[in-house]
């Protein structure tokens, strides 16, 4: 049995609907389905088991598990709330880590290029702690995902017991089917698209930085099922550990996202340039782009799907439809 926490959100339900497309069914999920329609992400799949996570700790007590993705997190960057968030991303985490290293199980966890901060050092997932050291998380999210990234090289520098396979994985702008729930988290294309299929005007930031054309800010930009792909491909190669970035290692405007879906549609582009909120200006990231040479040279050559590829696929298969679920 393999468990996927968060698996009822985002990323996750991707994760376990890749699981039973690769035939296994013996998949444990732990996530709280709230009142947000959360239930639908995984109303295509099988599962053995849905675990609250009130639960999981006896859950846990005495099983035998192939390997823990760990996916579960307050995930929004406007998160306020320290303790909860500290709880949630940091020491739950820790205790999974302490369970997977006691039960020599492998232990795959979600970490976030948010632990970058404004990107002035860089996007090299360099995993030494002199590196981390120097990274700056902006918000509360970041920073509880980075405190975990630091604590787990900690004891890897010190040599102590960790699972027999750890990975970290530093997800870049994930976008596609099954992340309706999140709200204002969204990509903005899943929060735009209606708009343009209504053929209403889509709203992009103006620059109010010298050089940059409006909505020509930049994200590495990954569809869900490249991200997904890497987590399959470290399941099933248990020798590599570390941490990485999961993007593409191109950056691309909001613009070129847009343009795509206009064109996975068929229609005319209509966008409009509006003022950056002035509260933000100061601090709104103008670029992001990974560096995936590490995970490259680990032995991944899944490859990355071309921006106007993923988009036309999210358009036509989900996004365009009645149903827009995997």
Request: overall charge neutral; hydrophobic content about 40%; charged content about 25%.
């Amino acid at each position: 049995m393999l468990l996927v926490t968060g698996g009822a959100g985002f990323i996750g339900s991707n994760v376990v609907a890749a699981l039973n497309e690769a035939g296994r069914t013996d998949v444990a999920v732990c996530d709280a389905l709230g009142h947000d329609g959360k239930w639908r992400n995984l109303a295509k799949r099988q599962l053995a088991d849905l675990v609250p996570p009130a639960e999981l700790p006896d859950w846990l007590r005495g099983r035998r598990l192939d390997a823990i993705v760990h996916l579960g997190a307050i995930s929004e960057t406007t998160a306020t709330d320290g303790d909860l968030v500290i709880e949630t991303n940091f020491r739950l985490s820790m205790r999974l880590l302490d369970w997977c290293t006691a039960s020599a199980t492998p232990f795959i966890y979600a970490s976030s290029a948010s632990t970058y901060g404004d990107g002035a050092q860089g996007f090299r997932d360099d995993q030494s702690m002199s590196a981390l050291k120097t990274l700056r998380p902006m918000n509360l999210y970041g920073w509880s995902k980075h405190l975990f990234d630091m604590a787990v090289v900690a004891r890897a520098g010190r040599h102590e017991k960790l699972p027999p396979q750890w990975v970290g994985l530093k997800f870049f702008n994930v976008f596609g089917p099954n992340e309706y729930h999140k709200g204002a988290m969204m990509s903005v294309l899943a929060r735009r698209f209606d708009d343009i299929k209504a053929g209403r005007p889509v709203q992009l930031f103006k620059s109010h930085r010298e050089g940059i054309a409006d909505g020509d800010q930049r994200r590495d930009f990954i569809c869900v099922d490249d991200a997904v792909r890497v987590v399959m491909w470290l399941l099933a190669t248990p020798t590599v550990s570390g941490i990485f970035n999961v993007g593409t290692g191109k950056a691309r405007s909001f613009k070129d996202l847009m343009l795509s879906a206009y064109t996975a549609l068929g229609t005319a582009p209509n966008i409009q340039y509006v003022d950056m909120p002035e509260p933000i200006r100061d601090s709104y990231q103008y670029f992001t782009q990974s560096d995936v040479g590490r995970l490259q040279r680990a032995g991944y050559n899944g490859g990355f799907t071309a921006l106007e590829d993923a988009v036309e696929t999210y358009v036509k298969a989900y996004l365009d439809r009645a149903d827009r679920f995997r």
